[in-house]
């Protein structure tokens, strides 16, 4: 064989070997540096106005995804009357180790969800859902896209066969959508809508995104980022509304904006009535009641 055949075909092989060691070291600097930065933060910020603790971790995926799984997670979001906390009893992150940032969450077992009310009560909803994921996409240091998806949501009051958010930046605003499918909503925030709703969709975006810049990347806490948003007269632009009974539907469009509380204010118009949100309520014309 001349020396041209055995360097063609030897090459290839340690070029192969060679990217497959670089990306096994680079696993391990990424997934060290992940654990360090994990135990650094847990009890602790892990941005400015967000608390994260978990009772246990595990980093695996190796050589090439980096799988994060940590039990007993808390996560705690400041906010105006009081802390937003959401707790679950297995989360797992799932990223490659190279490429853009981006990463797919799955959440499983008992969820928690608490918030303060402007009187200063918790409130405090528990559900199991029969599958939890989400995703998150990071462009240049800043959250462009996150997509969730709660199927088969079991709560003791409140109860959906699916529940999805989605939102994205998209120039000067940020585009979101919220459905809800064969829902059981007998109190809280919608409780007016209830108690048993077929569909909700929602299809809206935020203007002047500028102001939330800071939060989406970040910088400064949510609360801080969503006042600055609201004192710069950012608004909650509904396309459409949709809501499905059994026997009735109804569609609404219109503005809606956040008090000093930072819950929605304003009404939104259709053909046979309104929708008014005040305070922490939905509240549905006399028309369109059964």
Known sequence: ??????FFLYAPIAALLTLAAIAMVHWWIVASALERRLDAVNGHEIIPGVRISFASKRIAGFPFRLETRLSGLRIEIAEKDGP????????????LAYGRVQAIFEAAGRQTLSWHDASGRTHAFAFLP??????????NGELVRFDSQI????????????????????????ETYLLLQNAHVPSGYAASLGPDLQTLTVNAFLDHRAALDGGLRGQIAPVAAL?????????????????????????FSGK??????????????GTRGSLTASGNKLILSSALLP
Do not use: C, P
């Open 1 to 6: 064989m001349r020396y041209s055949s055995r």
């Open 84 to 95: 937003i906390a959401w707790t679950t009893e297995d989360f797992a992150a799932h990223a």
């Open 130 to 139: 029969g599958t939890f994921r989400a995703s998150a996409i990071v462009e």
């Open 151 to 174: 199927v088969d949501l079991d709560g003791a009051d409140f109860r959906a066969a699916k529940l999805e958010f989605h939102f994205r930046t998209n120039k000067d605003k940020v």
């Open 227 to 251: 006042e600055r948003w609201r004192q710069a007269g950012g608004a909650i632009m509904v396309g459409n509304l949709a809501l499905g009974w059994k026997k009735r539907a109804a569609s």
């Open 256 to 269: 809606l904006m956040l008090d000093e509380h930072h819950n929605l204010s304003g009404i939104l118009h």
